[in-house]
Structure formats: C-alpha cells, structure tokens
C-alpha cells in the first residue's frame, strides 16, 4: 500500500506548544496508509529576498520536505488576532523565490487550538487566504477551533475526551479524503 505523505507545519515554537499536542494526536484519528512528518521551522533564517539566489541549507531542507509531500497540515496557535511570525516566515521561505513554491497544489487541512474562547479563528482565516494565493486547496469544512481544557488530551498525549475524539475523527475522515480527491498520489 503506498503511503501518503503528509508534511505537518505546526505554527508555534513554545516547548509545551497545545498546538503540537493537536498535530501529534491528530495522526493517531488518520488511516495507516498515511504518514504525518513534521517539518522544522525554527532554525529558518528571517526572509530575505536578497537571499532567493542563496537559500540557506535550513531553507532548502524545509522546501525539499514540502516538495516530497502529498499534503499539508497546518496546526497554528493565534498571535494577536494573526498567525506567528515564525509561520508566516516559513511559508515566505518555501513560496520564493519567485515561480520556485513548493506549496502549490498541495491540498491543506487547516486546525488550531487556544486557551481563548474562540480558538485559532482568525490565525485560521488569514492563514487560508495566504494558502488560496500560493494555490493550495484548503479543506473548508468541518472548521476546528479548540480550546484547550484539562480533559482534551490524557496523559498519553491523546485526545481524552470522547466528544472531541468524535468531533475530530470526523474531521480527519473529510481530511484525508479531501488529500486523496487532490492529490496525484
């Protein structure tokens, strides 16, 4: 059975990050026939244009894993009604130089999770109208927006709670069927 090869972008650098959490326990509700590869992030210089001609080795690695891809999955906390800095930085990084993105056509599952009432709502939103200018199809519907509470994940590191086990199985069901009804696996 060939595998799908997904490249997880977790927008969040903190040591304890929910939103890595989520992108960890997420694989767990995903068919066998798929594969979650987290992409790093951290070590990508600041964009600079001046550099396209050159990109630095953190920056090509980040792009080759993006390229060997057959789905995206962005998992992003919300910064100031936004997404992270160091998100859109990657995302800078792997659309240049120009002609050269590796993102284009991948199709993209777009998740969040918060301490707030509503979740990653706007880093959401502003992350998918990045995404339908670099031309990835994003899954729209079901959205999830979480906040985090003391039940969400055991002590496994999986989803504990049985509503959200539900509500997020169903999510990764349409996800991994919108990844096969778009990509050229």
């Known amino acids: 059975m060939a595998q799908?090869?997904?490249?997880?972008?977790?927008?969040?650098?903190?040591k304890d990050s929910f939103n890595q959490k989520?992108?960890?326990a997420l694989a767990h509700f995903a068919p066998s026939d798929?594969?979650?590869?987290?992409?790093r992030i951290d070590d990508l210089p600041l964009y600079n244009q001046d550099d396209d001609g050159n990109?630095?080795?953190?920056?090509?690695?980040?792009?080759?894993?993006?390229?060997?891809?057959?789905?995206?999955?962005?998992?992003t906390p919300e910064y100031n009604r936004s997404i992270p800095g160091v998100l859109k930085n990657a995302i800078d990084h792997a659309s240049r130089?120009?002609?050269?993105?590796v993102?284009?056509?991948?199709?993209?599952?777009?998740?969040?999770?918060?301490v707030g009432a509503i979740g990653t709502a706007l880093a959401q939103q502003h992350l998918r109208n990045i995404l339908a200018y670099l031309d990835v199809p994003t899954l729209g519907s079901p959205e999830v927006f979480l906040q985090t509470k003391d039940d969400l994940f055991d002590d496994k590191g999986h989803?504990?709670?049985?509503?959200?086990?539900?509500?997020?199985?169903?999510?990764?069901d349409k996800y991994v069927a919108?990844?096969?009804?778009?990509?050229?696996v």
């Open 4 to 14: 799908t090869r997904i490249a997880v972008v977790v927008g969040s650098l903190r």
């Open 159 to 172: 989803i504990g709670n049985e509503g959200s086990k539900k509500f997020l199985q169903g999510w990764m």
């Open 97 to 101: 130089p120009y002609g050269q993105s």
């Open 22 to 24: 989520l992108a960890l």
């Open 55 to 75: 990109q630095a080795p953190a920056v090509k690695r980040l792009k080759s894993e993006i390229a060997a891809a057959q789905g995206l999955l962005f998992v």
């Open 103 to 114: 993102w284009g056509g991948k199709p993209a599952g777009v998740l969040g999770i918060s």
């Open 34 to 39: 798929f594969t979650f590869e987290h992409v």
């Open 178 to 184: 919108w990844v096969k009804s778009h990509s050229a």
